[in-house]
Structure formats: structure tokens, C-alpha cells
T-cell receptor, first 112, second 114 residues
Framework: DGGITQSPKYLFRKEGQNVTLSCEQNLNHDAMYWYRQDPGQGLRLIYYSQIVNDFQKGDIAEGYSVSREKKESFPLTVTSAQKNPTAFYLC???????????FGAGTRLSVL | AQSVSQHNHHVILSEAASLELGCNYSYGGTVNLFWYVQYPGQHLQLLLKYFSGDPLVKGIKGFEAEFIKSKFSFNLRKPSVQWSDTAEYFCAVNPNNAGNMLTFGGGTRLMVKP
């Protein structure tokens, strides 16, 4: 089945720790995105990538980092600089151009 | 900066009631408009979209939305809701000069009582 796989489903972070969220897609999409979802605030864009080896900051990139070494993969690292990391993180992908975004099931990150 | 407003944060309806969820955006140019739905425990999925043409758009599960350019609105409607419509609904806007970028509203959580 084609789709977007996010792992893990639940993740816990200790103080001062970096954690990495995985996002893999087999839809052959060029563009990939990371969003953060908080209650009442909708989805806010963290980072996006239109092609391999290229990515741009979204609206709330501080405390996060990404890489795009392969078309299928777009991992997100939540660094210790992100002081309020508890949220639901969604990965999405789309074909290049004006198009529909497809979403993964999400990763819920909590702080211990 | 462009924004998308969903004024109803929580809506509670009984089955068979009619639904209208508001969505307004601030961008003044040409836009593509979307409604996404997130059922409990499921992926965010597309409900319907407007790119051009007829401003009344029909989507899945009996939902429709009307684009009113003069009001910068894209309200979601359903004549008769079912318990299975319980979900969170997100409006999103993509200005045509922003590539694939979507700006989402804050979401409306709908609960339908059986």
C-alpha cells in the first residue's frame, strides 16, 4: 500500500536530549513537510523540502532540524533547544506544484 | 502574514442536525482552498478542495463547501450530520504564489450526539 509511515507512534524525551522522528513515504512524491499540531492552534509548518538535499524553514523552525538525503525519507530532530516540544507531529508529502498533501498517522512527543 | 480563521472551536450537534463550519482567510490574491478531516485515531485526510470553477464544491461523505471570494470565506456544510462525523475539521489555504505551502486554521472539533 502506498502511503506515509511515521515512527514511533509515541516518543518520550528527557531534558537536554535530542530525539529524531522518522517519516518515510512510498508515494514517489518530491515534496515533504513537517507540521506541529497543538490544541486550538491547528497545524503549524516546521520545515519543508521540495527536492532531495534541499529544505527550508517553516513558521516555527527554531529548535528543530531536518535532513533530506533520500526522496523517500525526511527525518525531524527535536533538539534540546526546543523548550516546549510536547505536541503531535505530522509529516506530509505531495507532488511538486499546487497539489494535495497526504499525511502520516503522526508521532506524539512528550517530555519526561 | 496570511492567516486562516476558524471561529468555531468546538461544536456539538445531535444526529440529523445541519452543520456549517466557518473558515475565513486573509490573503487577497488567488487561492486554493481545502478542508481536511481528522477522525479519532486516524490520519488527517482530504475532505474537499477548491482550485477554480464552480464555487460550490462537493466532497466525500455528503460534505460541501462554498467559496465566496468577496467574503474571503470557504464554509463547510452538511445538511444532516451522523455520529460518524465526529472529528476535527481543518480549513487550509494555499496562495497560488506559495508553491505547495498550506496555511491551516486552528481547527473545529465536532461532536455529534447519537
Amino acid at each position: 500500500d502506498g502511503g506515509i509511515t511515521q515512527s514511533p507512534k509515541y516518543l518520550f524525551r528527557k531534558e537536554g536530549q535530542n530525539v529524531t522522528l522518522s517519516c518515510e513515504q512510498n508515494l514517489n512524491h518530491d515534496a515533504m513537510y513537517w507540521y506541529r499540531q497543538d490544541p486550538g492552534q491547528g497545524l503549524r509548518l516546521i520545515y519543508y523540502s521540495q527536492i532531495v538535499n534541499d529544505f527550508q524553514k517553516g513558521d516555527i523552525a527554531e529548535g528543530y532540524s531536518v535532513s533530506r538525503e533520500k526522496k523517500e525519507s525526511f527525518p525531524l530532530t527535536v533538539t534540546s533547544a526546543q523548550k516546549n516540544p510536547t505536541a503531535f507531529y505530522l509529516c506530509a508529502s505531495s507532488r511538486r506544484g499546487y497539489d494535495i498533501q497526504y499525511f502520516g498517522a503522526g508521532t506524539r512527543l512528550s517530555v519526561l | 502574514a496570511q492567516s486562516v480563521s476558524q471561529h468555531n472551536h468546538h461544536v456539538i450537534l445531535s444526529e440529523a442536525a445541519s452543520l456549517e463550519l466557518g473558515c475565513n482567510y486573509s490573503y487577497g490574491g488567488t487561492v486554493n482552498l481545502f478542508w481536511y478531516v481528522q477522525y479519532p485515531g486516524q490520519h488527517l485526510q482530504l475532505l474537499l478542495k477548491y482550485f477554480s470553477g464552480d464555487p460550490l464544491v462537493k466532497g466525500i461523505k455528503g460534505f460541501e463547501a462554498e467559496f465566496i471570494k468577496s467574503k474571503f470565506s470557504f464554509n463547510l456544510r452538511k445538511p444532516s450530520v451522523q455520529w460518524s462525523d465526529t472529528a476535527e475539521y481543518f480549513c487550509a489555504v494555499n496562495p497560488n504564489n506559495a508553491g505547495n505551502m498550506l496555511t491551516f486554521g486552528g481547527g473545529t472539533r465536532l461532536m455529534v450526539k447519537p
